[in-house]
Every structure is written in C-alpha cells, then in structure tokens.
C-alpha cells in the first residue's frame, strides 16, 4: 500500500520552531518530488514549499521564504519540513505530498498535480 505519513505537528507558541516529517511507505520517494501543502480553517489549500528530486532545487511560497526549510533523506525514506519564526498564520494542517515518478532534474512547482498525499499533521502557533 502507497502511503504517506506526517507527524511531528503541534501547539507552539508564536516564534518557535517544528520540525515536520514525512516517512514514504509503498514505494520510494528518491523517484519523486515532493511537497508541502496547509490548509488553515476556511481556507483553500496552499502550497508551501516543494523539492525535486535531485534536491538542489526548491520552491516556497513567499509567506515563508527565510523562515521554513524543505529537505529529504532518501535513506530514511522521508520527508522534513523545519519552521522557524512560526507566527499565528501558519496555523494549519500540514499535508505532505508526492510527485512522479519524474526526471532527476525535472523541476518542481507548488501548482502541478501531486499523486501521493498524507493524511495532514495539525500545526497550531498561539500564545
């Protein structure tokens, strides 16, 4: 079974920091980019950051450039995605997701159609 699993999600307090993980079960992420998406309460989907599968290229959204870092371990089979400075409107559920399988240097784009997708880890910033 094809599956994507994120944990790590929780309460912090405005200006902290989490660190969210994506482990791949089913098949292996090294033949995929990959992404991170949120959807906040009443509001569409966004995308927040991707990475191809060289993993020299990424992309993030404007709201969180300098504050969240996308990586990959494809030993490990996962995902990560570290946030930093996180404020109030970062609160969301967090979906990581899956392309391909695609070209190592086919570059990637919060836009394009993601086959694989998690079930969503909670991620609340309040004081």
């Known amino acids: 079974q094809l599956q994507l699993v994120e944990s790590g999600g929780g309460l912090v307090q405005p200006g902290g920091s989490l660190r969210l993980s994506c482990a791949a079960s089913g098949f292996t992420l090294d033949y995929y980019a990959i992404g991170w998406f949120r959807q906040a309460p009443g509001k569409e989907r966004e995308g927040v950051s991707c990475?191809?599968?060289?993993?020299?290229?990424?992309v993030y959204a404007d709201s969180v450039k300098g504050r969240f870092t996308i990586s990959r371990d494809n030993a490990q089979n996962t995902v990560y995605l570290q946030m930093s400075s996180l404020k109030p409107e970062d609160t969301a559920v967090y979906y990581c997701?899956?392309?391909?399988?695609?070209?190592?240097?086919?570059?990637?784009?919060?836009?394009?159609?993601?086959?694989?997708w998690g079930q969503g880890t909670q991620v609340t910033v309040s004081s």
């Open positions: 990475m191809r599968r060289s993993g020299d290229s990424t």
């Open positions: 997701a899956a392309q391909g399988p695609l070209g190592l240097f086919r570059l990637c784009a919060l836009s394009d159609e993601y086959n694989y």
